[in-house]
């Protein structure tokens, strides 16, 4: 099993940044992949970043230049930088960590933590 505990979420104005961090604990894959998610009030969970264990990204195209997503694989740590933040980037964010074990996925969510952005 593998446990995901994020921390750094609040309330913060328009252009303003925060930093979040997502710690993975447990029995974890030597290669894997965590990532960010957010769902906002009455709207589908969406991508916002994902990382490789290796360092590969890819970001959702609404967030590029403005969030990123980054790993300490020594402490099975993510983090997502977010800068110049808008309110539309109000949301629940959810750390997610997968990976693949022969044909088998083991995917993970995390608790979530509230973003608020205050225009």
């Known amino acids: 099993q593998v446990q995901l505990v994020e921390s750094g979420g609040g309330l913060v104005q328009a252009g303003g940044s925060l930093r979040l961090s997502c710690a993975a604990s447990?029995?974890?894959?030597?290669?894997?992949?965590m990532g960010w998610y957010r769902q906002a009030p009455g709207k589908q969970r969406e991508l916002v970043a994902t990382?490789?264990?290796?360092?590969?990204?890819n970001y959702a195209d609404s967030v590029k230049g403005r969030l990123t997503i980054s790993r300490d694989n020594a402490r099975n740590t993510a983090y997502l930088q977010m800068n110049n933040l808008k309110p539309e980037d109000t949301a629940v964010y959810y750390c997610?960590?997968?990976?693949?074990?022969?044909?088998?996925?083991?995917?993970?969510w995390g608790q979530g933590t509230q973003v608020t952005v205050s225009s």
């Open positions: 990382i490789t264990t290796g360092g590969s990204t």
């Open positions: 447990g029995s974890i894959f030597s290669i894997s992949v």
């Open positions: 997610n960590l997968y990976y693949l074990a022969g044909k088998t996925k083991y995917d993970y």
